[in-house]
């Protein structure tokens, strides 16, 4: 039984948030039914998504509402708040939240107190002063990126097809990814393998037309893997023709021209920025002690230092790798750790609550999986390096495991089954984008977007 009422506010939603409002609602249970406990989820978006089926879902294998999990379905014992946190006051234990409801009141933001914070916000994507980045560039890291980013790559194809001017031709069936980690290599592939199935049914469009280029600025793609599986994944895509460029660095993309570091220029109306990312800006607005980099400093029982009451787990924290050989290490910012944070950090929050020891977050990394399209894959799990058709095979067998709930994984298996049944899906919905446009000029209006000012050149 907890000592006293306690108000637990979980900023975030996604893995970290989710699974630890998941685990406290599950060990809280008879507390919350008594009304001696209250869990407060505050995130931007209904869902969790699950980010490792991004590309996926991108190259049509999953259908994008199975790479989401809706949290009132998951959480009926919390109290789920659509909004974003903007600033916190963990001296006076009050957050300040911005809904969904407080433009259309005009009253602003408003005052959430609690007992117990729980701050995993995640990331954001991680951008530079690139020209022609803020209009031009595609992200990667929402479901919302990936099912736009598929339909603007079909429609590329479309423009290819139609149009007699040989620079628009070329243009459009040129794709750089910016970025050699997972997101980027793994879109890349995905999606150069959808691109080059759907050749098939243009009469003008051949494999070999297409241009996909990966820009990466270190020595290596994949570092997660380890450096043999980077090297094999590098001859792997070049065998693909997917021009792969170590040491290089986007210079600009205006005037939807790619220019890198190497002198090399590329006209395209696609850029794919996968470059990193870093911690979200609520922690800035914070009174919480962050490291160099912008995270929480958190202690090995995933408290937040120097303070109380207060907690934090992946991508926002830099939590101690109690498992690390060489002292000062952290945790990898990735979902690996973020599952298993979870879980303990539930389990220290209600541990605190009924005065009990704190648990230590403890796990050695067991290694990556990665996906390079359909049947090919890398891996290099407790020290086994696997490659192709096996390495794509336990990526799936292992990310299935790991999405949450058994409704995801029936509905993931069911896709993935009949996709190995039936020819893939080649279809652009990018009216889905922006669905008032037709009606729009049905009723005497005007497009709200003419196609010359749209950032990814969509028609």
């Known amino acids: ?32 039914g008594r009304g001696e406990a209250e869990i407060t989820v505050v995130t931007p978006d209904p869902y969790m998504t699950y980010q490792p089926f991004l590309p996926e879902a991108a190259a049509g294998s999953i259908s994008p509402r199975h790479v989401v999990v809706p949290l009132r379905r998951v959480l009926p014992r919390c109290r789920v708040i659509i909004g974003e946190a903007t600033a916190i006051d963990h001296a006076k234990r ?37 020209p022609g980045l803020a209009d031009h560039g595609i992200g990667f890291k929402t479901v919302e990126e990936a099912i736009g980013l598929r339909n603007h790559v079909i429609e590329q194809m479309d423009i290819a097809s139609s149009t007699r001017d040989p620079a628009i031709r070329d243009a459009a069936l040129t794709f ?9 290599v793994e879109a890349l592939g995905e999606l150069e393998d959808m691109a080059r199935y759907a050749t098939r049914y243009y009469h003008n469009v051949r494999p070999e037309d297409m241009k996909w280029i990966l820009v990466e600025a270190s020595d290596r793609i994949l570092p997660e893997v380890g450096e043999d599986m980077g090297r094999y994944t590098v001859t792997e895509l070049r065998r693909r023709n997917i021009d792969v460029r170590l040491h290089t660095r986007l210079e600009s993309c205006a005037d939807r021209v790619a220019v890198l570091s190497d002198g090399a220029r590329f006209p395209t109306r696609t850029v794919v920025w996968t470059a990193g990312v870093k911690p979200h800006p609520i922690l800035a607005a914070t009174d919480l002690p962050l490291n160099e980099r912008g995270r929480l400093r958190c202690t090995p029982e995933l408290t937040i230092e120097g303070t109380t009451h207060a907690w934090a787990a992946g991508d926002a924290a830099a939590v101690p790798d109690v498992t690390a050989d060489e002292p000062g290490k952290e945790c990898a910012p990735n979902a690996q750790h973020a599952l298993r944070q979870a879980k303990v950090l539930g389990d220290n929050i209600v541990h605190a609550l009924r005065g009990e020891p704190l648990e230590t977050y403890a796990h050695k990394y067991a290694g990556s999986v990665a996906s390079l399209g359909f049947h090919k894959g890398v891996a290099q799990v407790y020290g086994r390096k696997l490659k192709g058709y096996a390495a794509w095979f336990m990526h799936r067998v292992y990310h299935l495991s790991r999405v949450p709930t058994f409704n995801r994984k029936a509905r993931v298996l069911a896709e993935w089954t009949l996709s190995g049944l039936f020819k893939r899906e080649v279809v652009s919905l990018g009216s889905l984008e922006h669905p008032r446009a037709e009606f729009e000029l049905a009723a005497g209006g005007k497009h709200h977007l003419k196609p010359e000012d749209d950032p990814k050149g969509s028609s």
Not at 2 to 29: D, F, H, P, S
Not at 105 to 125: C, F, H, K, R, W
């Open 1 to 32: 039984m907890v000592k006293e009422r306690a108000r637990i506010l979980v900023v975030g939603g996604g893995y970290v948030g989710m699974y630890t409002a998941l685990r406290l609602q599950r060990r809280l249970k008879q507390e919350l």
């Open 176 to 184: 750089v990814f910016v970025g050699g980690g997972y997101a980027g």
């Open 94 to 130: 009050t957050a300040t939240v911005t809904t969904l409801a407080s433009e259309e009141e005009g009253t602003g933001s408003e005052q959430l107190s609690y007992d117990e914070l729980v701050l995993a916000p995640g990331s954001i994507a991680r951008t530079l002063p690139v």
